[in-house]
C-alpha cells in the first residue's frame, strides 16, 4: 500500500454541499489520515475535520516538496513508477464545466511551476474518481488496467433523468459515484 498524501485544493467559491459528499466519499477511498485540504474558509472548517486534516490557507503557503498536480492537461499519464517519486500528488476542488475550460491548469497548476504534472487521460474525471484512480495506480495498476465509462445517467424520477458529462472508473463493474451525491441530485434535481 502507498502512504501519499492527497491534497484537495478547494477551487470553488463555497464549500458546496455536493463538494462534503465527495470529500467525505475521498476520505473513505484512500483514508482520513491521507488526505488534506486547503483554502478551505474557516466557517467551513469543522465540517470537513473528520475526513481529513484541513488547512484554511491555500496550496502556495504549505512547504511541500516532491508533489505532483494531477491535471488534465500535462502532457505524461501518471504511471507506477511515479508512485515512487511523489509524497503528495494534487488535485483541483473543482466542479468541472462542459466542455472543459481548463480550470486546474489556470487555478492551480500554473501557480505551482516547481511541481510536476501528470494526467489521468483526457477526460474529465470528478475528484473522487481523480483520486481513485490516482491511488490505484500509486498502488501498482497502469491506467490501462483500469476501465472508464465517459457519462453516466442518473435517474431523478419516473421519467427525468440528468447525464453527468465526465470519465467515471469502473469498480465492480459499475460507475464511482457517491451514494450521497446521486440522492443530492434526486433531492435538488441537479446543480
Known amino acids: 500500500m502507498s502512504n501519499q498524501i492527497y491534497i484537495i485544493e478547494h477551487l470553488e467559491p463555497k464549500l458546496w454541499e455536493w463538494c462534503i459528499y465527495e470529500y467525505e466519499h475521498v476520505s473513505k477511498i484512500v483514508g482520513k489520515e491521507n488526505l488534506w485540504f486547503t483554502n478551505i474558509k474557516p466557517e467551513d472548517e469543522n465540517k470537513l475535520k473528520k475526513f481529513g486534516k484541513v488547512f484554511t490557507k491555500p496550496m502556495k503557503t504549505l512547504k511541500i516538496e516532491n508533489a505532483c498536480i494531477l491535471d488534465p492537461e500535462a502532457t505524461k499519464l501518471l504511471n507506477p513508477q511515479d508512485a515512487k517519486k ?13 466542455p ?6 489556470n487555478e492551480l497548476t500554473k501557480y505551482f511551476p516547481q511541481f510536476e504534472k501528470r494526467n489521468l487521460g483526457k477526460e474529465q474525471m470528478a475528484t473522487d474518481n481523480a483520486i481513485y484512480v490516482t491511488h490505484a495506480i500509486t498502488n501498482g495498476k497502469n491506467f490501462s488496467d483500469l476501465k472508464f ?5 442518473i435517474n431523478l424520477g419516473k421519467y427525468e433523468f440528468t447525464d453527468l458529462p465526465y470519465n467515471y472508473v469502473l469498480v465492480n463493474g459499475k460507475p464511482l459515484i457517491s451514494e450521497k451525491v446521486v440522492q443530492y441530485l434526486k433531492d435538488k434535481e441537479g446543480f
Open 86 to 98: 511523489y509524497n503528495y500528488f494534487i488535485f483541483g476542488g473543482i466542479l468541472g464545466d462542459y
Open 100 to 105: 472543459p475550460k481548463k480550470r486546474t491548469e
Open 149 to 153: 465509462q465517459n457519462t453516466i445517467s
